[in-house]
């Protein structure tokens, strides 16, 4: 178990909470990450979401392993809640082991040095880190490449002169510890000379799943989105190029809606349209048969007082039935746009 703990410590190395967060929502799934979004502070949303789109893949180790460390965070914080740190720390030894414990214990206390890590590095491409980082002395590329995944970290050492490359190995080979403070004021220097490029850097993957995730949060998408954009322009436009929202589906062609209304409970359209203006409701209505129609005004008129969130959940069908087209290829977005 301690060996298999290591193990889990090593491919996590370097790798911030927030990143952690990050890809634990991506790991957990959309529906579930919007269901915890809702209970979090729009700021922390925020930022959970910018670091999604930095994601390009998760590969199966990783994946495993933040998953295990968040199973071991969640319980170890459950005993210390419960009984302070000493009896998480009795609780952990009875059930993991005094080695085990000891690290998970270790881990909760550098969760405010991991958020200063270098992880925001794996968003450069290794020639570009490498031509930022020759001429920092061989112990400080050593520390930056020690706190790099394995893969990435060999790409830029092999990008450096020979005789660079023989030192930093030489380096990172004998380094031992390296202050916590060292560290931080090492990732906070290289992220500022790196600010220009990392903000030009956006996966298209992962804004597409921030795009998703913030399609179904409903007006909170838009203040988060405002925020974005003071902070990145560019970033909260390619978000807002994936999204898909109610007024775009009001301004499909009048042929795809009809498709939509097709594949949609009757009832469901007539309370996505409860609050909706004349201008609204006539795209709809004019996109239905006489036949089809005449059930929507008989379903409409039965509607009391709707909530807003039953609102915003009937829109999230028809959205959903329309991204499904879209996805398959029924409906041509780039042909209305």
């Given at each position: 178990?301690?060996?298999?703990?290591?193990?889990?410590?090593?491919?996590?190395?370097?790798m911030?909470?927030?990143?952690?967060?990050?890809?634990f929502?991506?790991?957990?799934?959309?529906?579930?990450?919007?269901?915890?979004?809702?209970?979090?502070?729009?700021?922390?949303?925020?930022?959970?979401?910018?670091?999604?789109?930095?994601?390009?893949?998760?590969?199966?180790?990783?994946?495993?392993?933040?998953?295990?460390?968040f199973?071991?965070?969640?319980?170890?914080k459950?005993?210390?809640?419960?009984?302070?740190?000493?009896?998480?720390r009795d609780?952990?030894?009875?059930?993991?082991?005094k080695?085990?414990?000891?690290e998970?214990l270790?881990?909760?206390?550098?969760l405010?040095?991991?958020?200063?890590?270098?992880?925001?590095?794996?968003?450069?491409?290794p020639?570009?880190?490498?031509?930022f980082?020759k001429?920092?002395?061989?112990h400080?590329?050593?520390?930056?490449?020690?706190?790099?995944?394995?893969?990435?970290?060999?790409?830029?050492?092999?990008?450096?002169?020979e005789?660079?490359?023989?030192?930093?190995?030489?380096q990172?080979?004998?380094?031992?510890?390296?202050?916590?403070d060292?560290v931080?004021?090492?990732?906070?220097?290289?992220?500022?000379?790196?600010?220009?490029?990392?903000?030009?850097?956006?996966?298209?993957?992962?804004v597409?799943?921030?795009a998703?995730?913030?399609?179904?949060?409903?007006?909170?998408?838009?203040?988060?989105?405002?925020n974005?954009?003071?902070?990145?322009?560019?970033?909260?436009?390619?978000?807002?190029?994936?999204?898909?929202?109610?007024?775009?589906?009001l301004?499909?062609?009048t042929e795809?809606v009809?498709?939509?209304?097709?594949?949609?409970?009757?009832?469901?359209?007539?309370v996505?349209?409860k609050?909706?203006?004349?201008?609204?409701?006539?795209?709809?209505?004019?996109?239905?048969?006489?036949?089809?129609?005449?059930?929507?005004?008989?379903?409409?008129?039965?509607?009391?007082?709707?909530?807003?969130?039953?609102?915003?959940?009937?829109?999230?069908?028809?959205?959903?039935?329309?991204?499904?087209?879209?996805?398959?290829?029924?409906?041509?977005?780039?042909?209305?746009?």
């Amino acid at each position: 178990m301690a060996e298999a703990n290591s193990n889990l410590h090593e491919v996590l190395k370097g790798m911030s909470m927030k990143d952690k967060v990050a890809r634990f929502f991506v790991l957990i799934g959309e529906e579930a990450t919007v269901k915890i979004f809702q209970h979090l502070p729009k700021d922390t949303v925020e930022d959970i979401s910018t670091a999604i789109t930095q994601i390009n893949s998760i590969d199966k180790e990783t994946s495993l392993a933040i998953l295990e460390e968040f199973h071991l965070y969640t319980r170890t914080k459950g005993f210390i809640s419960s009984g302070g740190y000493d009896f998480a720390r009795d609780i952990l030894y009875k059930s993991l082991g005094k080695g085990e414990a000891d690290e998970v214990l270790a881990k909760l206390s550098r969760l405010q040095l991991a958020s200063q890590s270098f992880s925001y590095l794996d968003a450069i491409n290794p020639k570009q880190l490498s031509d930022f980082i020759k001429d920092e002395s061989p112990h400080t590329i050593a520390v930056i490449l020690s706190h790099m995944d394995a893969p990435k970290s060999a790409e830029v050492l092999m990008q450096l002169e020979e005789e660079v490359r023989v030192k930093v190995t030489m380096q990172m080979a004998t380094i031992k510890d390296v202050s916590p403070d060292v560290v931080r004021t090492i990732s906070v220097v290289l992220e500022k000379k790196l600010e220009s490029l990392l903000s030009s850097i956006v996966d298209v993957g992962g804004v597409k799943v921030v795009a998703d995730m913030l399609n179904r949060l409903g007006p909170k998408s838009q203040d988060i989105l405002k925020n974005i954009n003071g902070v990145d322009t560019s970033l909260a436009t390619k978000i807002k190029e994936n999204m898909f929202v109610f007024e775009d589906l009001l301004n499909l062609e009048t042929e795809y809606v009809m498709k939509i209304l097709q594949n949609v409970d009757t009832g469901d359209v007539a309370v996505a349209m409860k609050n909706a203006p004349d201008e609204d409701m006539e795209k709809i209505t004019g996109a239905m048969s006489q036949r089809a129609r005449d059930r929507f005004k008989e379903e409409f008129e039965m509607l009391n007082k709707v909530k807003i969130k039953d609102i915003e959940a009937s829109q999230r069908k028809m959205l959903d039935v329309a991204q499904k087209m879209i996805e398959d290829g029924i409906i041509d977005r780039e042909m209305d746009e």
